[in-house]
């Protein structure tokens, strides 16, 4: 059922909401950006309507709220190890459509590959979320090809429009305080982007084989190493453990784990001393095969949800959509069959 | 749902410590629990954090991990001994299915710090040389100084064949100089096309043994190798060990060539 409020009434519901859960959304931090003056939207928690930002995309996604970056996972000291308590509050995240969809990868790795995740479990099971309505996409943006554009797996939908607050609920909580704030409307749906001014193909027979295609090497100079691409992707889902030891109790102290990113140097040390991938350019390929094509191959669906993050955040301008469109020409050259 | 915690170390007892080199000391700790030849724990090393360590021992009660010391890295763990403790966990990935190599000629190639994991492989074949049919075993190190195992390798030699090389002897006559692959054309193999191998060491070693391997007649199918990967988490999560579509914590760190030979880095 649709239903449509004014934003007070919306803030209400937000208030009600606010006693049970944290609500996050997307926020403008302004001049917040790393490398220069401009605004960062990132997520934060929001209280009111007018603080979620939807007019623009967001730098960052909501992987954070689920993976921090940093995340201890317990505490020891030589004879005992004391797991990390777990936030109290339920959680609701505002997201969109592509974003959404990067939650079902995030839940592939840290649920399904190989044993489940006690710290990614304990935070997922506490969350709800809020589909935010996307009527046009943003340059970067290439989620008709990946598929993304859609989502109908959401706990309750959410729009602006003309200065009003839509929403669709299937989560039975949402139904109950949007009958009573809201007023009902019909046919409310959702608006989703049908065609993006990034287009991306992926070839259909592409291959491991690509690798030994001439189109990484630029990137052997080009790309910095420096692993923004990864850090903004809501699906990239690595990380390193660390040990802290406490200055005042050397033999105490914490493990957490951090996110990690192919793209930077020690990513494959191996304690003995031996490395792979030293070339940005074989780990470029890495880490595109992963997104378009090893994913794939072990989990049925592509994992790139074609966001366009790691294309606005990329320091050196290097375009991944780019890259996905070399792709094709890339297998000619290694089948033989391109010009040269 | 709850899920188990897997990333909660458990303590394990230090029952001996065994020096090999300067820098590698086998640690055999108390242990109960199924443990597959190349399998290994996440083991916390203090002052350095986990790393994943392959069981070089599977004993009554015991499993033994042989553990180098890298620089920063793994230094106060020689600090300890007999009766003090670990954590560990684990046991991780799949190893060696020894059933395979039931009945067969086995050749198994290792260098430097791969004979750990295949200690286990060596181990079963010892205690039950009735299981095989014969064993041919070649051990390369880098120098006299770097050899692990050396009174194993004495023991080994009752029930196999055994080249143990180092890659310079320095003039000593009692050590056989040269690379592992040098002693592959001449490995006698009465039935290459039924024989197993297992190679297990530093890459370009592997690959080289393996091309040296084939050209004697022995399949691709018939041949296992063991990778040692970066590994923060050893349960499909951190994505450090992936190769291709690849996780080598879960769908290894024992692969048949067949699946290993098209994964690259
Ligand atoms: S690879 Fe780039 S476009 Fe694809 S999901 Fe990650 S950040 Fe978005
Ligand atoms: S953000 Fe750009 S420069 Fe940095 S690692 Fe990614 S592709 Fe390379
Ligand atoms: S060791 Fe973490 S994914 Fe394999």
């Known amino acids: 059922m649709g239903y449509r409020l004014s934003t007070d009434a919306m803030n209400q519901v937000l208030a009600e909401l606010g006693k049970q859960y944290a609500i996050y959304a997307p926020k403008c931090y302004p001049g917040g950006n790393t490398f220069s003056e401009v605004d960062c939207i990132r997520y934060g928690e929001v209280h009111t309507v007018e603080e979620i930002e939807t007019e623009r995309k967001s730098d960052y996604s909501f992987k954070e709220l689920l993976l921090p970056f940093s995340e201890t996972l317990f505490f020891f000291t030589e004879n005992t190890i004391q797991e990390a308590s777990v936030i109290e509050k339920d959680m609701v995240i505002f997201l969109r459509s592509c974003d959404l969809h990067a939650v079902r990868r995030l839940d592939e790795i840290y649920l399904r590959n190989g044993l489940p995740d006690f710290y990614y479990q304990r935070l997922r099971e506490k969350v709800q979320f809020v589909l935010i309505g996307c009527p046009a996409a943003f340059d970067s943006c290439f989620c008709v090809d990946m598929g993304t554009n859609r989502s109908d797996n959401y706990d309750a939908a959410f729009e602006l429009r003309g200065g009003q607050v839509y929403m669709a609920a299937r989560h039975p909580q949402w139904e109950a305080l ?8 019909e046919g409310f749906a959702p608006s989703y982007v049908t065609e993006t001014p990034t287009r991306v193909s992926i070839p259909a027979d592409l291959s491991p084989a690509v690798a030994k295609s001439t189109v990484w090497d630029e990137y052997d100079k080009r790309c910095i190493g ?40 020690g990513f494959t040390d191996v304690a003995g001393g031996g490395s792979y991938r030293k070339k940005h350019g074989e780990r470029m390929r890495f880490k595109v095969l992963h997104k378009v094509y090893d994913f794939k191959q072990r989990n049925g669906y592509q994992m790139c949800v074609g966001c366009g993050r790691c294309d606005d955040v990329c320091p050196e301008y290097i375009s991944f959509s780019a890259i996905l469109n070399k792709l094709e020409e890339a297998m000619q050259e290694v089948r033989g069959d391109g010009q040269q | 749902m709850t899920v188990s915690n897997e990333y909660l170390s458990h303590w394990a007892e230090i029952r001996e410590v065994i020096p090999h080199t300067a820098i590698e000391y086998t640690f055999r700790m108390a242990y109960q629990g199924a443990v597959q030849p190349g399998q290994f724990f996440q083991v916390s090393i203090p002052k350095y954090g986990e790393a994943p360590i392959s069981v070089s021992g599977i004993g009554e009660g015991t499993i033994d991990l042989t553990i180098r010391r890298v620089g920063r890295v793994t230094n106060e763990v020689f600090e ?14 799949i190893g060696f299915d020894v059933e395979l190599y039931r009945g067969r000629e086995v050749v198994i190639v290792a260098g430097g710090t791969g004979v750990s994991p295949v200690r286990p492989v060596i181990e079963h074949f010892y205690w039950h040389p009735e299981l095989g049919r014969k064993v041919s075993l070649i051990a390369g190190f880098k120098s006299r100084e770097d050899i692990l195992f050396a009174e194993d390798f004495t023991r080994w030699q009752e029930q196999m064949d055994v080249i143990l090389t180092v890659d310079n002897n320095n003039g000593d006559p009692d050590l056989r100089q040269g690379l592992v692959t040098e002693y592959i054309p001449a490995l006698a193999i009465a039935d290459p096309a039924r024989a197993a191998a297992i190679v297990v060491g530093p890459p370009a070693m592997m690959r080289f043994s393996i091309q040296a391997l084939l050209r004697r007649g022995i399949a691709e199918e018939n041949i296992w190798v063991s990778y040692e990967r970066k590994m923060c988490c050893g349960i499909g999560k951190c994505g450090h060990c992936k190769i291709d579509d690849v996780y080598v914590c879960l769908d290894g760190p024992v692969f048949n060539y067949t699946r290993a030979k098209d994964l690259a880095d």
């Open chain 1, 178 to 185: 949007l009958r009573q704030y809201g007023e009902p409307v």
């Open chain 1, 226 to 265: 420096c692993g923004r691409c990864n850090y903004a992707c809501p699906t990239c889902t690595c990380f390193t453990m660390q040990d802290i030891y406490y200055t005042d109790n050397a033999k105490a102290g914490e493990r957490r784990r951090v996110a990690a990113s192919c793209m930077v140097d």
């Open chain 2, 80 to 93: 300890r001994y007999a009766g003090e403790r670990l954590f560990l966990r684990g046991p991780y990935g």
